[in-house]
């Protein structure tokens, strides 16, 4: 009996693992999925558009997002206005790690919009790490 039951160990091993790839691949296809309809979306946005517009525009490109692939708006009064960001998912890092420069930045003043991007924010806070792919090295196999 434990004879049979020594395999178990090693194939649930392969199991889980195999689930955990899935769940990756999983994730990438969904924030890549968000980010494909979000730049089919985002054309239809200007700069002057209300609030209200750009919401109902951008938001549902990124409904199928968890909300640690999302970024947290920013609200703040500046001298009389209220300045509103919203973030949009538009890119991805094969990094693993949700930063700054995944997503574009729409600014509101009192509910119109007055700047798209990271320049009048002084640029993304954090930048994704790009990872390269390990080098090919040739190898010479010698067979006797």
Not at 40 to 63: F, I, M, R, W, Y
Not at 71 to 77: A, L, M
Not at 120 to 126: D, F, K, N, V
Request: charged share 20%; glycine share 10%; proline share 6%.
């Amino acid at each position: 009996m434990i004879g049979r039951l020594a395999g178990w160990p090693v194939v649930f091993a392969v199991l889980t693992g195999g689930c955990a790839i899935m769940q990756i691949d999983n994730t990438v296809q969904r924030i890549d999925s968000s980010v494909g309809l979000y730049w089919a979306a985002a054309a239809s946005v200007k700069l002057g558009d209300s609030k209200e517009h750009v919401l109902t525009t951008l938001a549902p490109t990124q409904t199928s997002l968890s909300p640690k692939e999302r970024k947290q708006s920013d609200t703040f009064r500046q001298g009389d206005s209220i300045i509103e960001i919203q973030y949009f998912r538009s890119g991805r890092q094969p990094d693993g790690l949700t930063t700054d420069d995944e997503f574009t930045p729409y600014v509101f003043t009192d509910g119109v919009l007055t700047s798209i991007g990271w320049t009048s924010l002084g640029g993304p806070r954090s930048r994704g790490q790009a990872i390269q792919p390990p080098p090919i090295i040739n190898q010479k196999v010698i067979v006797k």
